[in-house]
């Protein structure tokens, strides 16, 4: 069992808020201040935005590498691998940070962008989930 904190509910992963999309994009937040006050760069809008598309770039070439369409720069399966996590939880952390921004509800947008198709579900849709 994971060790909990103060932060942490039992049974859950530590240093997460207890759950959902905007716990998770407040506690985001919250590293994203950490990350201008320590590197001085202000937070601007276009910042957030332009932030969003470095980091897209960085998963993009994670990607790359990982489906072996990419020079591997030494870096075993595994690393390759972690990388691609990592580029990714950057992209997701960003995009957080600007839909707190910009005062999105995510849980609202996806459900009537999205979830809206809900009614054509069938059972194979389901399948290996």
Do not use: H
Request: proline letters at 6%; zero cysteines.
């Amino acid at each position: 069992m994971e060790p909990t904190t103060a932060n942490t509910p039992p049974g859950g992963v530590p240093g997460l808020p207890p759950a959902g999309l905007s716990a998770l994009a407040d506690e985001v937040e919250v590293i994203s201040r950490v990350y201008e006050r320590k590197f001085g760069v202000p937070r601007t809008d276009d910042w957030l935005v332009l932030k969003l598309q470095e980091e897209m770039g960085e998963f993009v070439q994670a990607y790359l590498a990982r489906t072996g369409r990419s020079r591997d720069r030494g870096r075993s399966a595994e690393d390759i691998d972690a990388d691609l996590r990592a580029e990714f939880a950057d992209v997701f952390g960003q995009l957080l940070v600007i839909a707190r921004r910009f005062d999105i509800d995510i849980e609202a947008e996806l459900a009537r962008k999205w979830f809206r198709w809900s009614n054509l579900i069938e059972p194979q849709d389901r399948e290996g989930i």
